[in-house]
């Protein structure tokens, strides 16, 4: 909960554990920073190791009592929906807020804030759906059942880039099963997340179902990977941090959901309706200023229609207008952190040293209406071969790189030559192009003659670096559940028990 003010004059805010507010055990905070003005806006707990350890105590003890454990799969579901109810009720105010802490755009912000309700109403409505099975066993007088189970306490890392959305792909499912969480914001998203978590306790989940906790990831982050009472670690960040995450669970036997980064190809073939496809690589690399894991930071383009279309997308790139994420006609916003920022304008130069030819932008905005912000001009760069490093590193900004192709196997070849396997996108009128590209393509989500389209009822994940696990759709739940077989034997007498039955 918000305490007024801090010394600073900034409102300050605490955590979330076991149902208090609370600041750090040592008394640490930390300034978030608003990227659009540049400018610290609001303090948070900065927490330890000790503060890692209330967190899961009070995950675990709530994980084991009536209160939570006692509760139907019926009464948890319902928790749920009335939970989506609230978070409808505050879209538009928790979109200002992580529009002032991330930068990203309010009009994305609010669309995400307004569709976040679906997926508590959907895996509330699955809570009670999910059932186990009775195996016709192969043993006379035996009954062999399976049974569903909650794993436990359930640690959620998230990102800054959708920080309400990534982390309700995770606490939905995770709660309709019955599991209970710790969830660790991003550092630069840290306000939404502490609102948020408001509405769990306005609703009524028991205290300890959910804890926020907020720091520095390289400060806690390990405490909370490795805590003997966590079963499950669900992470969404870079495939860097995501191999530290994973190498620490793995020492310690512990199940991982990984979604990570990506370097999503844009196909565009010669017959695809060009204007639609001009859109589309647009708002897979323009939209969100780059920073989606899903950016569609290649596009391939077909040889015969390479000038063409390059010269209406710069020409649609340029019209794209840049300013205040809060105002609905800014389409281009901030870079949400100053090592982000400096990242991307490196990847510039990187992609000028290695011969690419810059088309458009190329650099830090200088526009009057970007003010003191992170801003970087939509850019894009053609004469990319496939290995340069443009072309193969995740840069998380408004930066295109184009590369031609001859044919479809080509248009494969290029498209899977990369660590990631996120999402790809085709863009063709030919169905026997779209069927095979679908099939051909190493990702998990493949678009055609569409972008960076989402759904709570759909499975999504990375292939090969980009990730392990799915999340949202039906299959999502089964992430957060593990399965128990059963024996009753109804004979009622032990054979020998020196021979196994
Ligand atoms: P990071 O990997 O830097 O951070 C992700 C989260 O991990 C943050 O909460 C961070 O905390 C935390 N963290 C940092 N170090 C550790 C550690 N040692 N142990 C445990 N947790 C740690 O990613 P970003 O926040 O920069 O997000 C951008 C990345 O996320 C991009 O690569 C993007 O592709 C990916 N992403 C993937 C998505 C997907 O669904 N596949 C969706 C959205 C983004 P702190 O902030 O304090 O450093």
Request: hydrophobic fraction near 40%; glycine fraction near 10%.
């Amino acid at each position: 909960m918000a305490s007024p003010v801090a010394a600073s004059g900034r409102p300050q805010y605490r955590m979330l554990i076991d149902g208090a507010w609370v600041e750090a055990a040592g008394g640490a905070t930390f300034e978030s920073e608003n990227p659009y003005l540049g400018s610290a806006w609001a303090e948070i707990p900065r927490a330890g190791s000790e503060d890692v350890e209330r967190a899961v105590s009070a995950a675990h003890k709530a994980f084991k009592s009536p209160a939570w454990a006692g509760l139907t799969p019926s009464a948890r579901g319902l928790l749920l929906c009335r939970l989506a109810e609230r978070i409808a009720e505050e879209a538009e105010r928790l979109a200002e807020i992580e529009t002032r802490d991330n930068g990203k755009l309010i009009t994305e912000m609010r669309a995400q804030l307004r569709y976040i309700p679906q997926w508590f109403h959907y895996f509330g409505g699955l809570a009670d759906k999910v059932e186990g099975r009775v195996i016709p066993i192969d043993k006379p007088g035996m009954i062999n059942f399976t049974r569903e189970e909650p794993l436990g306490v359930v640690v959620a890392i998230t990102p800054w880039n959708s920080p309400l959305m990534l982390a309700t792909w995770k606490l939905a499912p995770a709660l309709a099963a019955g599991n209970t969480i710790v969830w660790k914001p991003s550092e630069y998203s840290s306000v939404s997340a502490l609102e948020f978590g408001k509405l769990f306790e306005e609703v009524g989940f028991p205290p300890g179902v959910v804890n926020i906790v907020t720091g520095f990831g390289s400060e806690i982050g390990e405490a909370l990977v490795t805590h003997p009472r966590v079963a499950k670690v669900a992470f969404t960040g870079g495939d860097v941090t995501g191999q530290r995450v994973y190498e620490s669970a793995a020492r310690h036997i512990k199940p991982v959901t990984l979604e990570l980064g990506g370097k999503s190809a844009n196909i565009v073939f010669s017959d695809a309706e060009l204007d639609n496809a001009v859109r589309g690589v647009v708002s897979g690399i323009f939209a969100a200023t780059g920073q989606t894991c899903i950016a569609g930071s290649r596009a391939l383009v077909q040889r015969s229609i390479h000038d063409e279309f390059v010269e209406k997308l710069v020409a649609l790139g340029r019209t794209a207008r840049m300013g205040d994420p809060l105002l609905d006609t800014t389409q281009v916003g901030p870079i949400t952190t100053r090592p982000q920022f400096a990242k991307v304008l490196d990847y510039v130069e990187v992609a000028k040293t290695e011969g690419a030819t810059c088309v458009l932008g190329g650099g830090k905005a200088e526009r009057p209406e970007c003010g003191n912000g992170w801003f970087v001009e939509p850019t894009v760069f053609t004469n990319v071969t496939p290995s340069m490093r443009i072309a193969q590193e995740e840069v998380f900004g408004p930066v295109l790189s184009i590369i031609p192709f001859d044919d479809e196997d080509e248009a494969v070849a290029i498209a899977n030559n990369t660590q990631y396997g996120l999402a790809a996108g085709v863009w063709t009128q030919s169905i026997r192009t779209a069927f095979e590209l679908s099939e051909k393509l190493e990702a998990g989500t493949v678009w055609v003659n569409t972008y960076r389209a989402t759904s709570y009822l759909s499975p999504f994940g990375g292939y090969k670096r980009s990730g392990i696990g799915r999340e949202s759709g039906l299959t999502a739940i089964r992430e957060y559940l593990q399965e128990k077989s059963v024996w009753i034997d109804t004979i009622g007498q032990v054979a020998n028990p020196f021979v196994q039955r």
